[in-house]
């Protein structure tokens, strides 16, 4: 993962509230083995039956934050998701909530999802909708994006997650340093389950 | 001070917890399908690592798998792919796997209760968002992506920051014809498919102390379709007679020290919950979903709303989105809508009792000519104690087809879909747009309904049938 650096990017408007995690990438495209190669199928079906849909517009490839309505990726916990919202060139979502395993599933891979309150993402809206070019400025560090006209705003961010993203690296290194802290939890309250050997 | 079931749960798994990080919280039991987890795997390896725990992690196939002809080749491609890809990582990893062939496989959050493996009071991950299905038991379920997959294969243990309670209770007795499915279905019309967001739920009151352990499952199984990441259910005796003799529970000595440990689980009299929402179960009438998310939910004898009699402006474009996409009218009543296909099957309902109150109302008749219904049992056990029951003989001469156990038609990756524009009742847990196939248009309902709508080819009440 590459360490987030402040960046500035166009806005992509999708109004739509409760965008599903099946149609950010529907089930079809979860046969994969790999990451790799799934901005293709971010939100295919939409595109598919509305050829006008914002994705099919040549300022989508150009965006590099989607602007979308309250509660985004609720649904299932596929990934998947993440993954095809950086395939395709997102670095980040904007929106008034997420969904619990949608926001952690991004957060891992370095898909930033920005909260803001009801009026910043109205003004938001209505600025992706009118100028595709303008342009807002995210600031990890000091958790803040700046719109056009210089309004900075502050969005929250889990303290621990900011610095593994501004470090780039993931979880697997700290839970992995407490490999003793680990080994004493598990002599001491070892469990008596074992799914082996399983049955046939 | 007095602790819910969850504070419990949590408090007894907590590793390491360092200043402003998360807690290391540490996970008994972990279930792994084929879908979500090759790039875990394929992070292991690249990062030199092992399974930590191969005796806590357990392996099964459904999403992708065939509910027919399974003696044949997986025809898609792909489809075949991730299924041995799964088989050599567990292979390789020293993971068990119930695999194609095993007579234990099945919908992972089927098989777990079914084994045993599911108990009270654990901790249980799965990279799958239905993982609240285990809460029945009293046990911290939940749904993790893919990283987290990896995490936990490595570690045993998931980095969490510390949910907020939320207690569901209800009261009262449901009515004859009324099942959990529109228990829950009625809860999440209620507070919504984000109302659970940050929250783990208990479900607690005379209406859920009544229900039997599958039903619960039910219950707890769509959890997460109002936006929570758990659901609980504090162990009783209900939950110990399930459990008592399945094969990987605790036997003998062993059995009686867990019982006593599981005893000690329930929410302490007075234990404060963050939140608290009352439903009276004897109000309930059976329950579908109109539109496209769990939460467009309306008692049977209802009507689609009306977009332009609403008010909040996102709620006016939701429905109007909604009813678009379903085809459907405002104001349209949901009874004598037709129906192409009737799906019995899922996590959610595919269970022995799901099927047998689905066979009681198909018992004698036979479907309706323009509808095409799928019996897919959850786990090849289920398939074997209903072809015991002969509830198979009941299935087929009304018409139906009989599966092989899976995930089958909620979520359409393997092969079984609907076509664009069709129209299902499904037992299953999400009618989000295409979830079951491309433009194709669910209504979710208990496996009564589905059954009642299968023999009039039409949305029906099974209250005519159950008497
Ligand atoms: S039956 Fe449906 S909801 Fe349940 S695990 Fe399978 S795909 Fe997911």
């Known amino acids: ?137 995210v600031d990890l560090a000091a958790q803040t994006i700046t719109l056009p006209d210089g309004r900075a705003v502050t969005f929250p961010m889990d303290g621990f997650v900011k610095q593994m993203l501004l470090q780039g690296v993931d979880e697997v290194g700290y839970l992995t340093a407490k490999a003793d802290a680990i080994a004493q939890y598990e002599q001491a309250h070892g469990g008596t389950l074992r799914t082996q050997p399983s049955l046939s | 001070m007095p602790q819910t079931l969850f504070e419990k749960i949590w408090n007894a798994h907590v590793v390491a917890q360092d200043a402003g990080a998360p807690a290391v919280l540490y996970i008994d039991l972990h279930l792994v399908h084929e879908v979500t987890s090759p790039q875990a795997f394929s992070g292991l390896r690249a990062r030199g690592l092992q399974v930590r725990r191969p005796d806590k992690t357990v392996a099964t196939l459904d999403h992708s798998t065939p509910t027919k002809d399974l003696h044949l080749p997986i025809a898609d491609p792909l489809a075949a792919k991730q299924v041995a890809q799964l088989e050599a990582n567990c292979a390789e990893f020293g993971v068990p796997l119930y695999g194609l062939n095993s007579e234990r496989r099945g919908i992972v959050h089927i098989i777990g209760p079914e084994l045993g493996l599911t108990q009270p009071g654990m901790t249980i991950v799965c990279g799958d968002s239905h993982t609240s299905t285990h809460g029945a038991f009293g046990a911290l379920a939940f749904g993790i992506g893919t990283s987290e997959v990896e995490h936990v294969l490595a570690t045993q243990c998931l980095l969490q920051r510390k949910p907020k309670t939320f207690q569901v209770r209800m009261g009262g007795a449901l009515q004859p014809g009324v099942t959990a499915k529109d228990i829950i279905l009625a809860l999440i019309a209620q507070i919504g498919i984000e109302g659970g967001t940050g929250h783990v739920l208990e479900y607690t009151g005379n209406a859920i102390r009544a229900l039997s352990m599958e039903a619960r499952m039910t219950v707890c199984n769509m959890s997460i379709e109002g936006g929570a990441r758990a659901g609980l259910i504090a162990p009783d005796d209900t939950t110990f007679e399930y459990l008592a003799g399945r094969p990987f529970a605790p036997q003998g000595e062993a059995w009686e020290r867990a019982l006593a440990g599981w005893r000690q689980l329930p929410s302490d009299e007075g234990a404060r919950f963050d939140q608290t929402v009352t439903l009276d179960a004897g109000a309930l009438e059976p329950m579908i979903t109109y539109g496209t998310n769990p939460g467009m939910g309306v008692p049977i004898s ?99 087809e009989w599966r092989e156990s899976g995930c089958s038609l909620c979520i359409a990756m393997n092969g079984d879909q609907l076509e664009p524009g069709q129209y299902a009742v499904s037992t299953s847990n999400r009618n989000f747009e295409g979830r079951q196939g491309r433009g194709g248009r669910t209504f979710l309902a208990s496996p009564l309904t589905a059954a009642a709508s299968a023999v009039e080819g039409q949305i029906a009440d099974a209250r005519m049938y159950t008497g």
């Open chain 2, 302 to 400: 209802g009507r689609t709303p009306d977009p332009d009699a609403l008010r909040d402006v996102g709620q006016k474009n939701a429905a109007r989105k909604a009813l678009d996409y379903m085809g459907l009218r405002p104001n349209q009543p949901l009874l004598g809508q037709p129906v192409d296909v009737v799906f019995i099957g899922s996590c959610t309902n595919s269970r022995i009792s799901d099927l047998r109150l689905a066979a009681g109302v198909l018992k004698g008749r036979r479907v309706h000519p323009r509808t095409r219904v799928l019996v897919v049992p959850g786990s090849q056990q289920i398939k074997r104690q209903a072809e015991q029951e002969g509830l198979d003989t009941v299935f087929k001469a009304a018409g139906a």
């Open chain 1, 1 to 137: 993962m590459q360490p987030i650096k402040t960046f500035a990017a166009r806005l992509l408007p999708l109004p739509s509230e409760n965008i599903d995690t099946d149609q950010i990438i529907p089930a079809r495209y979860l046969k994969v083995t790999d990451k790799a190669g799934l901005g293709d199928a971010l939100f295919t079906d939409w595109r598919a039956r509305d050829p006008n849909f914002i994705l099919n517009q040549p300022r989508a490839k150009e965006a590099g934050i989607l602007v979308a309505g309250d509660n985004f990726g609720c649904g299932s916990s596929r990934e998947h998701a993440p993954w095809a919202l950086l395939g395709f060139g997102f670095k980040a979502v904007i929106s008034t909530s997420f969904a619990d395993i949608f926001r952690n599933n991004a957060l891992k891979n370095g898909l930033l999802p920005i909260v803001v309150d009801e009026a910043t993402h109205q003004q938001l809206m209505s600025l992706a909708e009118e100028d595709p070019s303008a342009q807002i400025t």
